[in-house]
C-alpha cells in the first residue's frame, strides 16, 4: 500500500507476490516469481515529466531475470525482443561484466521527442556484482534535473551526465513492480522487495536524498 497522500495502492489480477515475513532487519519483504507483477495505475503524480525525481528500494535480484523495483515504461520489439524504449525505471537485471554475467541495478530513462518509433536511452549501472550475494540492498536512481541520472547503490554513487531533456510521463502507461519481461525470452525472476519510496517535485534539495538513505 501507498503510505503517502496519492494512494498509489499497487494491485495484482493474477495472485501473488508471497511475503517473507521478517525478512530483513525484523520488515517483511515480498517475493515476486517469474510472472508476478503488481502494478500502479497512471495518474499525475507518476507522471515525472522533465521534474526531479527520486526512487529507492531495498531489495534483493538473485536471478537473471529483470526485477522491476519502478518501471514506467512502453516497451517495443525490436531485433533483441522486447526492450525497453521510453519512460523511467530502477530494476535489478544480468548485464555483462569483467568478462562474465553480475546482478546489478540499473536505472535508465527515455522519450520518444518526435514520435517516430525511436528513442535515446540514457542509463547507468553498478559496475559492481552488488546482487551475486543474494542478499538485501539499498538501490536508487535520481534524476536531479532532466538531464541528469544518478545510481545508488549501497551508499556508492554514480552519475551519468545525459544531455537530453527527456519527459518521461509516457501518459497511459501504469507503473510495474516485479517481473519485467525483456529479450526473445523470459527470464527466470526470483526477487524480493521490502521497501520502495518514491519522491517527485519540481525541486528535490541533497537534504532529502541522504534523509531517505538514513531512512532505509
Do not use: C, W
Request: proline share 6%.
Amino acid at each position: 500500500a501507498d503510505l503517502s497522500k496519492n494512494h498509489n495502492d499497487a494491485t495484482n489480477a493474477t495472485g501473488g507476490p508471497t511475503v517473507d515475513a521478517s525478512a530483513v532487519n525484523g520488515h517483511d519483504a515480498l517475493t515476486f516469481g517469474a510472472d508476478v507483477i503488481l502494478t500502479v495505475a497512471d495518474g499525475p503524480s507518476v507522471r515525472f515529466g522533465t521534474d526531479q525525481v527520486l526512487v529507492f528500494a531495498v531489495g534483493k535480484d538473485p536471478a537473471p531475470g529483470p526485477l522491476g523495483f519502478f518501471s514506467k515504461a512502453q516497451t517495443k520489439i525490436g531485433i533483441p525482443g522486447t526492450t525497453f524504449y521510453q519512460g523511467f525505471e530502477l530494476i535489478g537485471t544480468q548485464v555483462a561484466l569483467d568478462a562474465g554475467n553480475a546482478l546489478v541495478p540499473v536505472a535508465r530513462f527515455a522519450q520518444d521527442i518526435a514520435d517516430a518509433g525511436t528513442s535515446t536511452v540514457q542509463s547507468i549501472e553498478s559496475d559492481a556484482p552488488l546482487f551475486d550475494d543474494g542478499k538485501f540492498h539499498i538501490v536508487g536512481a535520481r534524476r536531479p534535473n532532466a538531464g541528469v541520472l544518478t545510481l545508488y547503490a549501497d551508499g556508492v554513487v554514480a552519475t551519468n551526465p545525459a544531455t537530453e531533456d527527456d519527459d518521461v510521463s509516457v501518459p497511459g502507461i501504469d507503473v510495474k513492480i516485479g517481473a519485467l519481461h525483456y529479450g526473445k525470452t523470459i527470464q527466470a525472476v526470483t526477487g524480493d522487495i521490502a521497501e520502495i519510496i518514491v519522491v517527485h517535485a519540481p525541486i528535490i534539495a541533497d537534504q532529502t536524498v541522504t534523509d531517505v538513505m538514513t531512512y532505509l
